[in-house]
């Protein structure tokens, strides 16, 4: 049987993981999410505290003369550059995909295995308010705090992954399916794509 890589893209708050968890379990396959994180650190032999300090983030040379005020450290020449670790990170991706089936979230993995037939590409989305509860209750900050925390979380996905593809983050036509969580919440999100994944006749 051929592996299946389903490549879960997310809004902040819409429940991407606890969706993906669910279905890893459903489909008794792995789940990366930070886990990949680590991978990659363990691939590389570079510390993982660079791979998150850079997670999910575009390097722009503002963004690297920020990161060098704020830590001491410049990336752009070196070989632990945002491009570097991405490079790396994209070799650990490619690499997963081609031993096992397994979910993984973010991370541009959609993009990186563009040329996988076996991956499905998924992006969830939810709305303001059902994402600003979620947040403000898993946090324990207030909704307007979640407003703000999940207006840079996004900003930060979009430029990440715009930046590293050629598609843009959260646009239908990016993704093999789209779906609202706010609409059906998250039990029927994983019905759903299950059914899609069933019409495909990737799983049974």
Known sequence: ???LIISIGRQFGSGGR???????????IDYYDKELLL????????ASEFFEQKDEKSHSFLEQAIDFISTGHFF???VLSGDRLFKIQSDAIIKLAEE?????VGRCSDYILRDNPNCVSIFLHSSDSDRAKRISTRLNISE???IE???S????RANYYNFYSNKTWGESKTYDLSIDVSKIGEEQTLEIILQYLRMRKLVD
């Open 100 to 104: 096992k089936s397994c979910i993984i």
């Open 76 to 78: 752009n020449d070196s």
């Open 18 to 28: 606890v969706i993906g968890k669910a279905l890893a379990e459903k489909l008794n």
């Open 144 to 146: 307007e705090e979640a």
């Open 149 to 151: 925390k999940m207006r």
């Open 39 to 46: 991978l990659a650190a363990k691939e590389s032999g570079i």
């Open 1 to 3: 049987m051929n592996k």
């Open 153 to 156: 979380e996004d900003k930060k």
